[in-house]
């Protein structure tokens, strides 16, 4: 049965990866210019076309200019099961709509899309033809067209199961096409300067959504690593602030991560990476800090905070302190003022950082960041919580068959009041999650488990 036709009906075509980010991407984005994402709208899951209501073409247009997750938007004409449903749906869309683009001084061409099936080009060009009952005046351009259309098919997501004929079919006015190119232009792999950490540039644009950054924020990484997410939020105008424990990696100091490079060059270096970019007036600095110790004085400076906090897989999850805090039976040097690192249990690192989110943000602001866990003893009261912040979005990303992921995404809706007070409630429910502190070893574990499995096999 065909969809009845409403007003501001938009069709969103979406890349069919990181499935599970697309939902708080598309929401996060939708907020933040004004539209909102209806209850309705949340069955479509893993399909690559999602119907919205959106209050304007002009809101539709930037969450184009911000979205990874979608490739195109297209204001919505008709749809149907089957091509007489479409047509149907076409012939009861209101004329006054479609005269604007189709008046005799136009130009115009009609593109197929299909999702799942390949088709021929006499079947695309049947499938144009049959649309001879729309009132169009204007000339075809096929190079230059003043307006597009198309007739979009889905086909299911099954590649080993096509039906031969489509599950929906769609036929809309071309709006924008989203950021996808991104992905490419700010790749890693041409990135001057990289770490074994470096964030992927997709997923680093995701989270920069996902924190609602905008023109003029001010965005911090207390674990800025070689500051991949910085970049992400300073293409979107923000200005960006980082710090992190490791001296070697906020100077560019150090052995190279690249392959056939021994050493760093002396501008390998964070702010390199906003200049190769163009983006160097968003940098306002990088500082050699512990996180478990933060040296802010009492205030809301940030809007958005977005990290990626190390596992102790690839980075040692370390903190500093004083030679009192060094256990009995090791020998220490009292008259030392040189800072002894100790290691940062998952646990009390995520904390820490919940912590100084709520005291730090303005109230709206967002914090997003990257949860490891051992996937057999995941729940969702795992993760950790403030009364200062709420959850908004937890999309996971699997890493192996035991481990993954998972991006938090939290907004402050509470004014921060005293520490002290949130103490004793947070290291309870911390305790919940104390589980995963050992996911180090329990994600080598799980590697070496697999790899003495293979061997064995081989052999037999």
């Known amino acids: ?153 889905d086909y299911g997501l ?89 001296y070697n990696t906020v100077h560019g100091l150090g052995k190279a991560s690249r392959k056939n490079q021994k050493w760093r060059g002396p501008d390998e270096n964070i702010r390199a990476n906003l200049r190769q970019y163009g983006l160097e007036k968003y940098y306002l600095d990088v500082l050699v800090s512990d996180a478990s110790k933060p040296s802010w004085r009492k205030g809301t400076y940030f809007d958005a905070i977005i ?20 256990p009995k039976g090791i020998e220490k040097c009292p008259e030392s003022h040189v800072p002894v690192s100790f290691s940062y249990h998952l646990s009390d690192m995520f904390f820490d950082l919940l912590n100084f989110a709520a005291e730090t943000l303005v109230l709206g602001g967002r914090l997003v960041y990257w949860l490891p866990v051992y996937t057999p003893e995941y729940t969702e009261e795992t993760v950790p919580w403030h009364p200062c912040l709420k959850l908004i979005s937890n999309c996971e990303q699997k890493l192996s068959s035991h481990t993954s992921r998972r991006l938090i995404t939290m907004e402050k809706v509470k004014k921060f009041e005293n520490r002290d007070q949130y103490s004793h409630l947070l290291s309870d429910q911390c305790l919940l999650y104390q589980g995963h502190n050992s996911f180090r070893e329990k994600y080598f574990s799980g590697i070496t488990k697999r790899i003495a499995k293979e061997e064995k096999s081989s052999q037999e």
């Open 158 to 246: 099954d590649p080993n199961c096509i039906p031969e004929n489509p599950h929906n079919i769609y036929f809309g006015r071309w709006i924008a096409d989203g950021q996808r190119e991104l992905i490419e232009s700010y790749s890693v792999k041409k990135r001057h300067f990289i770490g074994n950490t470096s964030m992927d540039a997709g997923l680093s644009f995701i989270m920069a959504n996902h924190g609602k950054v905008k023109a003029n924020d001010i965005v911090f990484d207390p674990f800025v690593g070689t500051g991949g997410l910085l970049v992400a939020s300073a293409h979107f105008g923000a200005y960006v602030y980082g710090t992190d424990i490791d």
């Open 307 to 326: 990290t990626d906090p190390p596992y102790g897989i690839r980075e040692s999850t370390r903190r500093t302190g004083s030679q009192k805090e060094i």
């Open 1 to 153: 049965m065909a969809l009845p036709c409403t007003l501001n009906r938009y069709l969103l075509l979406l890349a069919q990866e990181h499935l599970e980010f697309r939902l708080p991407e598309i929401k996060s984005l939708l907020s933040l210019f004004g539209g909102q994402f209806t209850n309705s709208q949340e069955t479509y899951g893993k399909s690559p076309f999602w119907i919205l209501s959106i209050p304007s073409e002009d809101i539709a247009r930037n969450l184009m200019k911000r979205t990874v997750c979608a490739k195109s938007i297209f204001e919505l004409w008709g749809h149907g099961r089957s091509p007489e449903e479409l047509y149907n749906s076409l012939k009861n869309y209101p004329a006054e709509k479609m005269v604007p683009f189709l008046h005799s001084d136009s130009t115009y061409k009609i593109k197929i899309h299909t999702f799942n099936k390949t088709l021929t080009q006499e079947e695309k060009v049947k499938r144009i033809d049959a649309l001879e009952f729309l009132p169009f005046q204007g000339k075809v351009n096929l190079k230059n067209p003043q307006h597009i259309f198309s007739v979009l098919e």
